[in-house]
């Protein structure tokens, strides 16, 4: 039996940004919670994290009800149902970008981060293409679920970095890996197992680079409840300079079986 949460979203231009380019989606009724950070310049970066919150939106309401629905992509069967129905969502809504640009000029070079938790009867599945990331606060403990699909990750994991030249690694926006800049896209996936009392907090860079992890933490420690958390997390992340948009979507675990 899926586990039951509460949830809430919100987003933010930020204090540097003139517009804002993230997405979110709370879809309760498919059990699927969803950031995205859309990049590529005034409009097109807003399109391309809307078309991914859509695409998800229309593919999960699509095969809903009908399990026998066509896919646009084989089922992988090293993989669950749900797993696949996640994937298959979100390949869906790189191609939908991908193609959109191709078609229109002035959407060239659009793209978006996506980062997606779909509650299911096994624990709550997490899929994920860029650099935004899914946290877990447990027991006072937080948690990165997610690995950055970002330049600074893959320098980290390869030349082991010090503290301090991460700090000033000077690509620290580069990712390696977004919906929309191919025709296709390797989605990774993680099945966590919540407790009663987890908090999932999916997230932008715009919270995740301002806002450090203890400061994550503390805030959603400190918090009345998830809007409050989200109100504070935001003023945080625009307290550290608001260099980015900054979008949050809480998911609290309010039992388990």
Request: aromatic share 6%.
């Amino acid at each position: 039996m899926a586990a039951r949460v509460f949830a809430a979203g919100e987003t933010n231009v930020g204090m540097k940004r003139s517009h804002n380019e993230d997405s979110f989606g709370v879809m309760d009724s498919h059990h699927l919670y969803v950031v995205a950070d859309g990049m590529g310049g005034h409009a097109s970066g807003e399109v391309a994290s809307r078309m991914a919150i859509e695409t998800l939106r229309d593919f999960f309401a699509a095969t809903a009800n009908d399990p026998e629905a066509t896919w646009p992509y084989k089922m992988d069967k090293s993989r669950g149902y749900e797993e696949n129905r996640l994937i298959t969502g979100i390949k869906l809504a790189n191609l939908r970008i991908y193609e959109a640009q191709q078609r229109d000029p002035k959407l060239r070079g659009m793209g978006t981060t996506i980062v997606a938790a779909l509650v299911v009867d096994e624990g709550v599945l997490i899929g994920h293409v860029g650099d935004s990331r899914v946290y877990r606060l447990r027991d006072g403990k937080l948690e990165q679920l997610t690995e950055d699909h970002s330049l600074l990750n893959d320098y980290i994991k390869m030349k082991k970095l010090s503290e301090e030249e991460i700090r000033n690694f000077p690509h620290k926006n580069v990712i390696v890996r977004a919906l929309g800049m191919k025709d296709h896209v390797k989605v990774d996936t993680l099945l966590d197992q919540p407790h009663t009392g987890d908090v999932y907090v999916l997230c932008t860079d715009g919270l995740s680079g301002p806002v450090s992890d203890e400061e994550i933490r503390a805030t959603l420690e400190g918090a009345s409840d998830l809007r409050n958390a989200l109100e504070k997390l935001i003023a945080r992340a625009n307290e550290n300079g608001g260099p980015d948009n900054i979008t949050c979507v809480l998911l609290k675990v309010i039992g388990v079986g």
